[in-house]
């Protein structure tokens, strides 16, 4: 089993909706859960930062971390066909150094206007 | 502000030959990182540096060789390129327990 599994999609969505994306791992001693948004021919770029169990929420973006379940996501509220682009998810165990990050493979997200 | 920048941005290579790919980031971060980005394997760390003149290797580090003499510059080496080393390859940077920052990214080819 890998660590860290995610749809790789694609996801194809109308403008204005709800969008739900996810990973799960076997990893308990994950701790510091990520999701990264990555533009066709871009780097990564960090979008959501959580720290243990429970919802962080900024603008329309929520992460929600259930470590009992050993499953994250990524909620979209309103989407955009600006949001289009490919989601990964990272996580670690502790700190120290981000050479531990463990991605998941991308899910990738199409808004449609 | 430039943020992490690599250089060249694309590239195609014959077997065999080698080349050196130059990431240089402007943030003054301790940390560096070589990810290799293939298509179904996702983001694989190739090797990284946590401060001027240290190198260690990441996941999948056979076939390249890094080095860090300046604590802005991380060089990543193929010495005999192979077929299998075709990919997108990222150069990140940060400071310790914080956030990746990416390159845009080199598209290598090997023949």
């Known amino acids: 089993q890998k660590e860290v599994e995610q749809d790789p999609g694609p996801l194809s969505v109308p403008e204005g909706a709800i969008v739900s994306l996810n990973c799960t791992y076997s990893?308990?001693?994950?701790?510091?859960f990520m999701w990264y948004r990555q533009y066709s021919r871009k780097g990564p770029e960090l979008l959501m930062y959580?720290?243990?169990?429970g919802n962080k929420e900024d603008g329309r973006f929520t992460a929600q971390v259930d470590k009992s379940s050993k499953y994250i996501s990524l909620f979209i509220r309103d989407s955009q066909p600006s949001d289009s682009a490919t989601y990964l998810c990272?996580?670690?165990?502790?700190?120290?150094?981000?050479?531990?990050?463990?991605f998941g493979k991308g899910t990738k997200l199409t808004v449609n206007p | 502000n430039a943020g992490v920048t690599q250089t060249p941005k694309f590239r195609v290579l014959k077997t065999g030959q080698s080349m050196t790919l130059l990431c240089a980031q402007d943030?003054?971060?301790?940390?560096m990182y070589w990810y290799r980005q293939d298509p179904g394997m996702g983001l694989r760390l190739i090797h990284y540096?946590?401060?001027?003149?240290?190198?260690a290797k990441g996941e999948v580090p056979d076939g390249y060789n890094v080095s860090r003499l300046k604590k802005q510059n991380f060089l990543l080496g193929l010495e005999s390129a192979a077929p299998s080393q075709t990919s997108v390859y990222f150069c990140?940077?940060?400071?310790?327990?914080?956030?990746?920052?990416f390159g845009s990214g080199t598209q290598l080819s090997v023949l």
């Open positions: 990140a940077s940060s400071y310790v327990d914080e956030k990746l920052f």
């Open positions: 990893n308990s001693a994950f701790q510091y």
């Open positions: 959580t720290y243990s169990s």
């Open positions: 990272a996580m670690e165990a502790a700190q120290g150094g981000s050479e531990k990050l463990v």
């Open positions: 943030m003054n971060h301790e940390y």
């Open positions: 540096s946590v401060g001027e003149g240290t190198t």
